[in-house]
């Protein structure tokens, strides 16, 4: 599939009047699950969603379609992070240049040089809006979902732990659970306001910094000693199976799990583990894959016991083997390289403040030492919501499951 690179979509930002997040933004610990139908309080005010018109010819008027799915509600770590983090004292942040050199707001907290996946599976959905951060999204936005994801952020409570703040995925789920209950609020009826979320989609995304801020960084953590890769597997999907009951519990039906991609392909492994700088660090990669497999059953046994549930998986580690296979097919040039960063394959140092990127962004698979580009994100994206491969998903890929 030849590349598709976008222009990145101007987006319109409501007047934020009331942010959602309050103090419960940074909260790191994990609440018990209660049920969407116990009793919530709150008062909240909405204004009521605007009728948006399409003028067609000189005298007649047709709406312009409504998105897919009432909602979309996404959770993960600096892959899809929109500005969460940027008001967390952290080293894992991305507002400022040249971050979003290709977006049209510029450096928003985006860790990457434009759109990342889930903005492109949100204006796949027809969403006119990218899906705002909680951070800073108001009671309005609630209603067509916010992102709860932060960079740094694990399974695991203490993974990313020597990057400063985050919010872990119990913290995101917390977060979650808080902005339902606005949205009983908001909406003054907890079945309506359940409908509406068994409509939506969520999408999950955690992982990554469990290996790579976890298990593969014995200076800060002892789980690599602790913990053969089969037990760590294990472990991380014990936790993550709780937390994933806990969104369900809460309404969430529609839930695609984003695997974990190759970690081990990155320019900072390749710069710090691989021998000559190109071949990938095999050991990382097969232990991230026996986490996958473990998302895989997840996904079959949710959807076997959880009445109404609808859980897919989208295999990244898949989607970017079939990339590495024959870049130049899918419109990229270089795989090894981040396109803004210091030292070995511009890996072993992250993208600095106001450094400049390389000129020819849409041929690069990586933006920095560890992020995908846009033109990346885009292909992935793309895969993630209408599948390629049959291998790209399991069962249904984003389209299909919203149609459920």
């Known amino acids: 599939m030849a590349a598709v690179r976008t222009s990145p979509v101007s987006c319109r930002h409501h007047n934020q009047s009331h ?3 309050h103090s419960n933004q940074q909260q790191l610990t994990r609440s018990a699950p209660v049920p969407l139908g116990s009793a919530m309080a709150g008062r909240a005010c909405w204004r009521s969603l605007a009728v948006v018109v399409a003028v067609v010819g000189a005298a007649a008027a047709t709406a312009v379609a409504e998105p897919q799915v009432p909602c979309y509600f996404v959770f993960g770590d600096s892959l899809v992070d929109n500005g969460n983090n940027n008001g967390i004292v952290s080293l894992a942040r991305a507002n400022y240049p040249p971050y ?3 977006f049209a707001g510029g450096p928003t907290g985006r860790f990457s040089n434009g759109l990342t996946t889930v903005d492109v599976i949100s204006q796949l959905l027809g969403f006119d809006d990218f899906i705002p951060p909680f951070a800073g999204a108001t009671s309005d936005q609630l209603l067509t979902g916010v992102n709860f994801a932060s960079a740094a952020a694990g399974i695991r409570e ?17 977060n979650y659970q808080s902005a339902v209950e606005q949205l009983v609020s908001i909406m003054g009826d907890e079945g309506a306001a359940a409908n509406r979320l068994s409509q939506c989609i969520f999408t999950v995304g955690m992982g990554s910094n469990d290996y790579l801020n976890n298990y593969f960084m014995p200076a800060f953590y002892d789980t690599g000693s602790r913990y053969t890769p089969t037990q760590y597997a294990d472990d991380l999907a014990a936790r993550y199976t709780q937390l994933l009951r806990a969104l369900y519990s809460y309404g969430a039906r529609k839930v695609a799990l984003i695997g974990v991609g190759q970690v081990g392909c990155s320019p900072n ?3 710090t583990q691989s021998a000559n700088g190109v ?9 991230v894959r026996m986490f996958n497999q473990r998302l895989v059953g997840m996904v079959d046994q949710f959807n076997r016991l959880l009445p109404g549930a609808h859980f897919t998986y989208i295999n990244i580690d898949g989607i970017f083997s079939d990339i590495l296979r024959a870049p130049g097919g899918h419109g990229l040039r270089v795989t090894n390289r981040g396109c803004c960063g210091v030292g070995r394959n511009n890996g072993q140092v992250t993208c600095l403040p106001f450094q400049t990127p390389c000129p020819n962004r849409n041929e690069y698979l990586f933006w920095d030492a560890f992020h995908p580009t846009e033109a990346a994100n885009v292909l992935v994206g793309q895969r993630a919501y209408a599948a390629r491969l049959a291998s790209d998903v399991h069962p249904v890929d984003i389209s299909t499951l919203a149609h459920l």
Do not use: K, M, P, W
Request: aromatic letters at 2%; a negative charge.
């Open 158 to 174: 203490e993974t990313g732990q020597q990057l400063g703040g985050r919010i872990s995925f119990s913290g995101q789920v917390q």
């Open 269 to 271: 492994e390749l710069a």
């Open 100 to 102: 979003g050199v290709d």
């Open 279 to 287: 071949a990938c660090v095999d050991r990382i990669n097969v232990a």
């Open 19 to 21: 942010s959602l997040a």
